[in-house]
Every structure is written in C-alpha cells, then in structure tokens.
C-alpha cells in the first residue's frame, strides 16, 4: 500500500511560521516528484509548491514565494513544507502529492499518482 501522510498543522497565529511533513510509506519517495496543494472552504484545490525528485528543482505559487520553503530528505522519505510570515488567507487543509512520471514537477494537481489525507492550517489572531 502506497500512502502519504501529512502531519504538523494547527492554529498559528498572523505572520507566525508553521512547518508541515509528508511522510512517504510504501515507496521510495525519491523515485517521485512531491507538490504540495491547499484547499480553503469554498475554493478550487491550488497548487502550493513542488519538488523534483532529487530536490534540485522547485516551484512556488506567486501568492506563496519569498514565505514558503520546500524542502525533501530522501533518505528519511520525507518532504517538508516551511511556511513562514503567514497570513489568514493561508488557511486551509493542505495536502501533499506524488507523481510518478518523469517530469522535474508541475502545480498541476491532474498530474499526481498519489495523496495523503490533507492536514489543516488555520491562521487567525
């Protein structure tokens, strides 16, 4: 069974930092491409940021860059998301993804294999 899970959501507060983790099981995450994806009540899933499979490409959202770091450690089959100066429209469930093709990464969400579950981030004062 192929899984991804996301963990380290909670309530933070605005321009305060949170990091969230997905933790692969099942497979070997350096074998995929990971993007990270977040969706607000009412609104279309987006895409957050994404990694290359050896780490050495990445992409952000706009709304995101400058604040947001992603990050992977293979060898722990993990990728990490850093979210620092955040702010209330930041609020969502976010989830990470794995795609599978041989592609550095896309914010696409049709192009991912696989998702965890979503964890929550709330930003409110």
């Known amino acids: 069974q192929l899984q991804l899970v996301e963990s380290g959501g909670g309530l933070v507060q605005p321009g305060g930092a949170l990091r969230v983790s997905c933790a692969a099981s099942?497979?070997?995450?350096?074998?995929?491409?990971i993007g990270w994806f977040r969706q607000a009540p009412g609104k279309e899933r987006e895409g957050v940021s994404c990694v290359s499979k050896s780490g050495g490409f990445t992409k952000y959202a706009d709304s995101v860059k400058g604040r947001f770091t992603i990050s992977r450690d293979n060898a722990n089959n993990t990728v990490y998301l850093q979210m620092n100066s955040l702010k209330p429209e930041d609020s969502a469930v976010y989830y990470c993804?794995?795609?599978?093709?041989?592609?550095?990464?896309?914010?696409?969400?049709?192009?991912?294999?696989?998702w965890g579950q979503g964890t929550q981030v709330t930003v409110s004062s």
């Open positions: 099942g497979f070997t995450l350096g074998y995929y491409a």
């Open positions: 993804a794995a795609d599978s093709l041989n592609r550095l990464c896309v914010l696409s969400s049709g192009e991912y294999n696989y």
